[in-house]
């Protein structure tokens, strides 16, 4: 479709005026970033396999009754989304120990948690994405005590699905962390599930091998991104299970 006006680029998409009021243009690029954008790449086939990795998770939870700003997928590397008003936080839901509890925490990568644990961090790449509680949420006007309790809900919900979904491919999921927005309606509004969610958003590890099969492999440069990702994406039958990597992924349409 042709290039609109741009309204937003980040790290991994790029954001375009959408076609009728309300709307937007999500661009899937293929640059990988970690550690707070210190370490970048850019990775061929990343963005098309995102693109289609994320739209099978939003149609997924939207199947189930969980909102969120998904409207459809206009191309191998675009898909059409509402227009949300991004609450600046980043809710973190943690099932195993791993990365950055595992480390403050002084607990064994992949120990099991209790329960799922939720976190959020204040989005602010400057500030290297700092863990916050609820406490500082609510006094600092980021969201309401109904807004934490409807986001939460959301969250354990989304954890269910994605959980369930990967381990019927013998996936294990780590943790992941996702984005809510909300939609107005005059002085009203309700929380969607916004952004994407991919590999590049989760942790995934085979659970027979232990393979991680996310973006860990480029963090700790353990092999191939598109590979893992084209893995993952072959498992949840968002590929052919004939297809084996190339350079630029062939995706089914």
């Not at 739209?55 to 189930?64: D, N, P, Y």
């Not at 590397?77 to 600046?88: A, D, G, K, N, Y």
């Not at 976190?119 to 006094?139: C, T």
């Amino acid at each position: 479709m042709a290039r609109r006006k741009k309204i937003y680029e980040g790290k991994a998409k790029i954001l375009y005026e959408g076609p009728e009021p309300g709307t937007l243009v999500q661009y899937f690029k293929d640059d990988a970033t970690a550690f707070n954008a210190e370490k970048k790449a850019v990775i061929e086939g990343k963005g098309v396999l995102n693109n289609r990795l994320s739209e099978f998770f939003m149609t997924g939870l939207q199947s189930i009754g969980v909102p969120t700003h998904f409207i459809k997928r206009l191309n191998m590397r675009e898909q059409l989304v509402r227009q949300v008003e991004i609450i600046p936080l980043e809710v973190i839901v943690r099932n195993f120990a791993a990365g950055s509890m595992a480390k403050r925490l002084g607990m064994e990568e992949g120990a099991p948690l209790p329960r799922p644990i939720i976190e959020f961090s204040y989005k602010d790449d400057k500030l290297g994405d700092p863990l916050v509680p609820e406490e500082y949420i609510i006094a600092f006007g980021w969201a309401s005590q109904q807004d934490l309790d409807d986001i939460v809900a959301l969250a354990l919900r989304v954890n269910d699905f994605m959980s369930g979904v990967m381990h019927g491919v013998g996936i294990k999921l780590v943790d992941f962390k996702i984005e809510i927005g909300r939609i107005w309606d005059n002085d009203f509004h309700r929380l969607v599930v916004a952004d994407e969610i991919s590999p590049d958003s989760c942790r995934l590890w085979d659970i027979e091998s232990g393979q991680k099969l996310d973006k860990d492999v480029f963090r700790k440069d353990l092999g191939s991104l598109t590979d893992a990702y084209t893995e993952v994406a072959r498992r949840l039958g968002v590929l052919p299970s004939n297809v084996t990597h190339r350079p630029r992924p062939t995706l089914i349409n």
